[in-house]
């Protein structure tokens, strides 16, 4: 059947050309860069757009691989990367994703690599870089230009090099002045220089660490903080932070590692899950007063998570009287509270009870029981013992799960 002349199908007009110009570069913005060259060929209008684009995806997965000899993808990724860089316009870029992934017969040499990248980091610092996020974990590169970290239009800095595997080689000068985020999933060994970064973003408002960081004490100062995330699976080191402004404090840890809190004042969530090793496990005891410590000082949060290792803490022998070490800490803030891994113990009870009694604006507490068969009789126990337990607040709803 043939189509009717104002069909869609017959229509010749090109309607993504004639899109607004800051559309498009938003449409672009989605793709990789060797997806974003091709669009030269469309029209006129398309010939040097993708020259002009602002949002760089560079990802070594896109180059394939043909030839049978395993060097090629990665030199055409990085004269590919190369070319960008020399042939785009002197106009800013707002960011560069760069991601050199796994990939099979992908063979890359560390010492070229190092160097490329080099020259792709000055030349986009030199284009006033806000945004700029790294994934070299499978080419384990530590060591960056110093341009880096002293760039003043840099506003977020995601850098993902594989955990302890790589270890970041920082500059003796840095300032990141205007910084507001920050991902990093190794640091460097000197713990002198971790803190020094911290302190040299002056306006830092979100931090995120994950992996394995080394056995360093570490200090995280900061009056603009607001979201701070802490991944770390290394025991025994030492973690100080001192935010008055922090909102949101995540933390996945040991519980053999020690945190100083101080002047949480401003937190509304504290989502905390700790584990232990098995030698950790063995002696639970020497970990309890530091944990009580931790927790009294998330004593201003709105919503608190907790996870089944806290319970354990609670459920030790040497545990101080709780209703003692709680006496002066006001939990006036508090509205949601979620409990993971309850056993039924005493303890357990016990700090529910505290909680119900200080928590005047209390308005949902979730209780997770343990999975563990054993544990059914106390958990019975628990329940009936929690409907008769004392409240403060007149609007709590208590679900035990």
């Not at 060259?37 to 029209?43: G, K, N």
């Not at 055409?76 to 960008?84: A, E, G, L």
């Not at 996945?252 to 937190?267: G, M, Q």
């Amino acid at each position: 059947m043939e189509e009717p002349r104002d069909s869609p199908i017959c229509n010749s007009i090109d309607r993504i050309s004639n899109l607004p110009e800051n559309l498009i570069h938003h449409i672009l913005s989605f793709m990789d860069m060797t997806q974003v060259v091709h669009t030269c060929v469309l029209s006129k209008r398309w010939k040097n757009l993708w020259a002009i684009t602002s949002i760089l995806n560079l990802f070594s997965l896109a180059i394939s691989n043909k030839n049978q000899n395993s060097a090629v993808p990665f030199q055409k990724f990085i004269k590919f990367v190369d070319q960008i860089f020399i042939l785009r316009d002197n106009s800013n870029i707002q960011s560069v994703n760069l991601v050199c992934g796994k990939q099979r017969n992908f063979v890359i040499d560390i010492s070229i690599m190092t160097a490329s990248l080099t020259t792709w980091i000055v030349a986009a610092v030199r284009s006033n870089i806000q945004e700029l996020y790294l994934d070299i974990a499978a080419v384990k590169i530590s060591r960056f230009p110093q341009c880096l970290f002293t760039c003043t239009s840099l506003i977020k800095l995601e850098l993902k090099l594989g955990g302890n595997s790589s270890i970041i080689v920082l500059p003796s000068s840095m300032d990141l002045l205007r910084l507001t985020f920050m991902n990093l999933d190794s640091l460097p060994s000197d713990v002198n220089l971790t803190n020094r970064l911290f302190s040299k973003c002056p306006v830092l408002e979100s931090l995120i660490i994950k992996g394995r960081l080394g056995h360093m004490d570490l200090q995280i100062s900061s009056l603009t903080l607001k979201h701070l995330t802490m991944v770390d699976f290394v025991s025994k080191s030492k973690v100080k932070v001192d935010a008055p402004n922090l909102v949101y404090f995540k933390c996945r840890d040991f519980i053999s590692k020690l945190y100083f809190l101080e002047n949480l004042v401003s937190l509304v969530t504290a989502d905390i899950y700790m584990s232990a090793t098995k030698d950790e496990a063995g002696k639970i005891e020497d970990y309890t007063k530091n944990h009580w410590l931790f927790l009294t000082a998330l004593s201003n949060a709105k919503e608190i998570r907790l996870s089944e290792w806290f319970l354990c803490l609670m459920s030790s022998k040497d545990i101080p009287d709780s209703e003692d070490f709680f006496a002066g800490v006001p939990l006036d803030h508090l509205r949601f509270v979620e409990i993971r891994g309850l056993l039924g113990h005493f303890n357990e009870l016990k700090l529910v009870e505290i909680i119900f009694k200080k928590a005047v604006v209390l308005e949902k507490m979730l209780l997770f029981s343990c999975k563990k068969s054993t544990t059914g009789k106390c958990l019975t126990t628990f329940g009936e013992k929690l409907l008769t337990l004392p409240r403060a607040s007149s609007n709590i709803t208590t679900f035990l799960i």
